[in-house]
């Protein structure tokens, strides 16, 4: 059955895996990050098969609440350092656990996590002993899709993939 084969929620950082981890500022200290509308699709696969995404960042900005509003994220974290914890907690809340999560990261701050989920991935360009540590490398970069590169292939290996494709007359 494909629904026991998809995780009950999906986690994500932010800098490093829907931008390219840059920090852009002007002249008069405004901040800007740049994301990939391609991500966009992996949070739409999602809300079709019902399972909820999740933000948990170190950052906090308000470019970051207004993608996840846009998007209409369920959970949006910022300013986290220890992401497990928050993780753990919503997972509670839920009443699932950590191995029915999937989670991509790229980083330091996401090795907890990656190590206690049941599926965690990492961006290209995210550093080797990252990409080392987890159990899927998407072959898209930080900042262009690597998002939806994680959801396509988490939908992929539970045969889900062409079903929500066919919802966009494909396939």
């Keep these: 059955m494909i629904e026991q084969l998809l995780p009950k929620l999906v986690l994500t950082d932010i800098d490093g895996v829907w931008t390219d981890a840059g920090m852009y500022y002007d002249q ?36 970051v609440q207004r993608r996840a509003e846009k998007l209409k994220i369920d959970y949006l974290f910022q300013g986290i350092q220890d992401k497990l914890s928050v993780a753990t907690e919503l997972c509670k809340d839920l009443n699932i656990d950590l191995s029915e999560v999937a989670y991509i990261g790229d980083d330091l701050g996401d090795v907890a996590l990656l190590k206690a989920v049941g599926f965690s991935a990492a961006p290209a360009n995210a550093p080797e002993y990252i990409r080392n540590m987890v159990h899927f490398t998407t072959q898209k970069s930080g900042g262009d899709g690597a998002f939806r590169a994680f959801i396509e292939e988490i939908l992929q290996r539970a045969g889900a993939l062409s079903t929500v494709l066919s919802h966009y007359h494909i396939g």
Excluded: M, Q, R, Y
């Excluded at 200290?29 to 399972?51: P, Q, Y």
């Design 28 to 63: 008069t200290g405004n901040e800007w990050k740049k994301f990939s509308t391609s991500d966009s699709a992996g949070v739409l696969f999602c809300k079709h098969l019902s399972i909820p995404v999740g933000i948990i960042t170190g950052e906090d900005t308000a470019i």
